[in-house]
């Protein structure tokens, strides 16, 4: 019998639980998790801000899903210390949990730099988690003028939720376009004229010199008055508790494919975790959700007893506004195909014979076909290219891999 | 499970899956009312390329990637069917994003659609299977255990 404990409670960790529960039905699992609630889409606190889903919409998986597997679920509880040699997970109100096997899927907290005066500005949010949009949420009100500090993924779905909630949205960032984590700079104006489009306003590479109640100077000289202040800088994985323990950690806790630590019996898994991405050939910190199941399921089997390995993930993601949809896969090296109109561009990164990655924004139809191209590393040489760079379609396969993907038994 | 698999050398071509997929999931008994003069949303694709055309729709993976990445818990795995609850669903594009079929796409609400075999609309059983004039398409059971071949008419459909 094992005695599995997994701290955190997000995406990562139901993944976790599912994996070990393919393997072991009975051993107890205990999971710790910080948040007072059950599991939510993480991604979805700015869909909420937009009314585009609910609080019970939002659950991630049904109220009863830690009964039936078998889970006792610590809320509100927060792990304080890992003991390795000794087994235990420390709580924060001291209580002592013991363990066989441990995932640590904490996570990451957001990253907030030492802005001057920062300290005088009363409403200011983050927007990580649910709790801090409900905050955010109260804070709102018609004539607002929010600045959101940070244009990429999380504060540009921010702004997009509460968009139509206040009187106006600046966003600034230190980089010189929108989205600069996956996009370059011609996609990012594509973006960025779209959203301006929708109401946005942006200050891009300017940051803020510094706060003064309401107001926000920045580097450029120009201020910002704003009544509500969200910050949306970045990110940093939660890594404390295994590097305190001992363990291997750089950006994230450092992980093989099987998703082992180099502590014996601990995991690792989700956006706190340092794994291998096939897309650069080294471990990276690969902060999005799929990657989070994935990983945590490949912990959870691991745990388990059970053989896993996650060999083929690679950045990717998925992300639109106002109806603009930017997919982006693997990473942008090689030859580039490309196809461009007023609104959208399609660029295919090709190198080696293989499809290195893309950028779709506006035409993204059956996109995943090229990230399974990407994953698997098809030869380009077996493929009829000129057929499946103007359109994602399994047509530019060949017969063979036709019968395979659609003939064969599923 | 029964599956539906598909035969390149039979399918014509004629996209009639596209038409009774999309009528079969419409909640309409009148194809006429149901179809004509609208754009259509079907759960199939006629893949066309060099002297080929074959439909694809969702394969109902052993380990499906859609499920495993939406980022709304939409997408679910039960008794071998693959499903989306369209009501969580925020359109997000995800499961686009990871289909390696490219077997989901927005319906007309914006939520994601996929084929879910006909098992919960009118039709009972997949109405491409059911109405391909080629038999080019069928709804049959491969797994090694069970060979034979299903094809018992619904007269329920059409
Ligand atoms: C606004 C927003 C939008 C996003 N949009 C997308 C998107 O569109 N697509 C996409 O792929 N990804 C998106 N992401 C990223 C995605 O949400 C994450 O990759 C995913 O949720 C990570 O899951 P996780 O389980 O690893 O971590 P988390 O969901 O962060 O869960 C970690 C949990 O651990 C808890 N914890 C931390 N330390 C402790 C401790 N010591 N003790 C107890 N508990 C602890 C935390 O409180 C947290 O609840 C978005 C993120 C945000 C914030």
């Keep these: 019998m094992e005695q599995y404990v997994i701290i955190g409670n997000g995406v990562a960790t139901v993944g976790c639980i599912e994996g070990i529960r393919s393997v072991d039905k009975e051993s107890p699992i205990t999971v710790v998790s910080g948040e007072n609630h059950k599991v939510y889409g993480r991604p979805l606190i700015s869909y909420y801000l937009e009314g585009k889903t609910d609080l019970e919409k939002m659950k991630y998986r049904p109220d009863d899903f830690y009964d039936k597997n078998g889970v006792t679920l610590l809320l509100g509880k927060k792990a304080t210390a890992v003991d390795a040699k000794a087994g235990t997970v420390t709580l924060d109100d001291g209580a002592k949990l013991p363990y066989t096997k441990l995932c640590v899927a904490t996570g990451s907290s957001p990253f907030v730099p030492p802005f001057e005066n920062l300290e005088s500005v009363k409403d200011k949010y983050s927007f ?22 940070g244009a990429g993924l999380i504060g540009l779905k921010c702004a997009e939720g509460i968009l139509d909630r206040v009187a106006s949205v600046t966003i600034c960032d230190l980089a010189d376009r929108v989205l600069s984590s996956i996009l370059d700079t011609e996609c990012a104006a594509l973006m960025q004229r779209h959203l301006e489009k929708n109401g946005m306003t942006f200050l891009l590479g300017d940051s803020v010199a510094r706060f003064e109640t309401n107001k926000a100077f920045m580097k450029s000289g120009k201020e910002v008055d704003f009544d509500v202040l969200v910050l949306a800088v970045g990110v940093r994985a939660n890594i404390g508790l295994v590097r305190d323990a001992g363990g291997e950690t750089d950006r994230g806790i450092v992980v093989d494919e099987d998703m082992s630590t180099t502590l014996p019996g601990i995991y690792a898994a989700g956006d706190c975790a340092q794994g291998p991405d096939l897309s650069i050939g080294a471990k990276r910190v690969l902060a999005i959700l799929p990657n989070a199941y994935m990983q945590g399921h490949t912990a959870g089997v691991n745990m388990a007893g059970g053989e896993a390995t996650l060999k083929n993930a690679i950045p990717m993601n998925s992300i639109g506004f106002f109806g603009l949809h930017a997919m982006t896969a693997g ?18 990164f090709t190198k080696d014979d293989v499809l290195k990655g893309y950028i779709l924004i506006g035409r993204n139809e059956r996109a995943g076909i090229y990230t399974s191209m990407i994953r698997e590393k098809t030869p380009i040489s077996s493929v009829n290219f000129d057929v499946l760079r103007k359109a994602a379609t399994t047509a530019g396969f060949s017969k063979q891999t036709r019968k395979d993907k659609f003939s064969v038994p599923v | 499970m029964k599956r539906v698999y598909v035969n390149e050398e039979w399918c014509l071509g004629c996209h009639l899956c596209e038409f009774n997929c999309a009528f079969a999931n419409s909640g309409l008994s009148d194809m006429v009312l149901a179809l004509k003069g609208k754009p259509i949303y079907p759960r199939i694709h006629v893949e066309e390329g060099d002297k080929i055309a074959y439909a694809v729709s969702c394969r109902h993976c052993e380990d499906p990637m859609c499920v495993k990445s939406c980022i709304a818990g939409a997408i679910t795995k039960e008794d071998g069917v693959v499903r989306i609850d369209s009501n969580k669903c925020v359109g997000c594009y995800t499961c686009i994003l990871v289909c390696p079929y490219g077997a989901l796409a927005p319906g007309e609400s914006g939520a994601m659609q996929k084929c879910e075999l006909c098992l919960q609309n009118s039709c009972g059983e997949p109405a491409c299977a059911k109405g391909c004039p080629n038999n080019a398409i069928v709804y049959e059971d ?7 071949i299903d094809d018992a008419a619904n007269p329920a459909c059409f």
Aim: charged share 35%; proline share 4%; aromatic share 6%.
């Design chain 1, 128 to 149: 990580m988690t649910l709790d801090d949009s409900l905050a955010l949420e109260k804070a709102l009100f018609p004539e607002a003028k929010v600045l959101i500090v």
């Design chain 1, 331 to 348: 990473s942008y090296e090689g030859d580039l195909y490309e196809e461009k109109t007023e609104d959208s561009i399609k660029r295919l």
């Design chain 2, 142 to 148: 491969r797994s090694p255990k069970n060979t034979v």
